[in-house]
């Protein structure tokens, strides 16, 4: 049992039902309950995306969600291209590497976001099949302005793939009306869930490449050809198996997709937009400085310059206080630290990691 208030961007504090979901006595992946409960979280999800696309549900983590949605849509001698903001700009490079791709990058100064005019002269500059954006990038905490490139991407034929690992379900985004054609994310962060879960959406525009691909997927496990009839097999309740799904994260997803569908997307996105500007102005009021420009930080996140506190102490310290946030990443390790406010956070965790922050500071 971890006493400790857990702020960091993921895994999050999970509401107690979720967790207790968990718990439930696993059943068979082919049980007719299990199968209602897969399938309801299936069709809750084109929700959760705002898309009419086709969701799947993998057991692995958001990297796996990374590279199923890479690999399903292009291959070895095609060109893509990384709109590449932080560490997780670097994953999605490595990741087309290790499949033989050519990559190419649009790389942001840490803390800005991407400039959809820049975007625009690079897609018009060459072929890319693939265009990545990942939608809050971690390491920096900064949002990219995913309407304003789906905008431009819409002009072109290459696909627009964005991480929305630390975005889905907190920060607004709506994969259709952003002409967004695969869209991926974890479950360990704004969906509220304990890690283990892949999300993504892939829409017609996806799947035409992917039928277009002129050599067979060089992957099995991650291959949309073995697991689309699964995930329509489970929307249509009927018994199926390629890979035995993760039953119990399931029940915790089919609750959490339940109460996130309850509480309505717009008003979590509001409840987000609110709690996260809690948490800046406080922050500001302590004289921190965020690493995002001011007015692209995320909701869900924020990233905060030290002030010149020793970054392992000063996190030791606050764990003392009880409350538990991260370290920088990649460049920004040991200069920043990191705060998650996703999912089911409230203004009484914003108010404690504040007060937290402050004694730490007093005490230093
Ligand atoms: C934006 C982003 N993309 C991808 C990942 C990778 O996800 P995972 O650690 O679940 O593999 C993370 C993890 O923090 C992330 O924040």
């Known amino acids: 049992m971890c006493a400790k208030l857990l702020m960091i961007p993921g895994p999050i504090q999970f509401d107690h039902e979720v967790v207790r979901a968990l718990s439930k006595m696993t059943c068979s992946h082919v049980d007719p309950e ?6 309801d979280t299936l069709r809750g999800f084109r929700q959760i995306f705002r898309s009419e696309g086709q969701p799947f549900v993998i057991a692995g ?23 590449n903001n932080g560490v997780f700009g670097d994953r999605f490079v490595s990741i087309f590497k290790a499949h033989g791709i050519d990559v190419d990058q649009i790389q942001t100064e840490w803390g800005k976001a991407a400039d959809p005019a820049e975007i625009r002269e ?18 920096t905490g900064i949002a990219n302005d995913l309407e304003a490139i789906g905008n431009v991407v819409k002009d072109f ?7 929305a690992v630390c975005s889905l379900a ?12 695969v869209c991926l994310s974890g479950s360990q962060k704004a969906l509220g869930v304990p890690p283990g879960l892949a999300l993504l959406c892939f829409n017609q525009k996806a799947f035409d490449a992917h039928a277009k691909l002129k050599q067979p997927v060089e992957c099995f496990y991650t291959s949309i050809d073995n697991w689309l009839p699964i995930m329509q097999a ?14 119990n994260l399931i029940f915790a997803l089919h609750e959490s997709v339940k109460q996130i569908l309850s509480e309505g997307m717009e008003a979590r996105f ?55 946030v ?39």
């Open 270 to 324: 509001a409840r987000h937009e609110k709690l996260a500007a809690m948490m800046r102005r406080g922050l500001n009021e302590m004289e921190f400085t965020l690493v995002p420009e001011d007015g692209w930080a995320a909701n869900t996140m924020s990233a905060v310059y030290h002030n010149g506190i020793a970054d392992a102490d000063f996190r030791r310290q606050l764990a003392q206080e009880g409350v538990v």
């Open 61 to 83: 983590s958001g990297t796996l969600a990374m590279e199923m949605a890479a690999t399903n849509v292009i291959q070895r001698g095609e060109k893509a291209l990384v709109v």
């Open 234 to 247: 489970y929307e249509r309740g009927d018994p199926s198996y390629f890979a035995t799904p993760a039953v």
């Open 326 to 364: 991260a370290g920088g990443l990649g460049k920004l390790k040991g200069k920043i630290f990191r705060i998650g406010h996703m999912g089911a956070v409230n203004k009484n965790d914003i108010a404690a990691t504040l007060t937290a922050i402050q004694r730490t500071i007093e005490e230093s």
């Open 122 to 139: 690079k897609l018009e500059s060459d072929d890319y099949k693939v265009i990545t954006v990942t939608h809050v990038d971690t390491s």
């Open 170 to 181: 907190g920060q607004r985004l709506y994969q259709d009306k952003y002409h967004v054609d």
């Open 157 to 163: 034929e290459t696909l627009y793939i964005v991480d």
């Open 34 to 39: 299990f199968r209602e409960i897969f399938g």
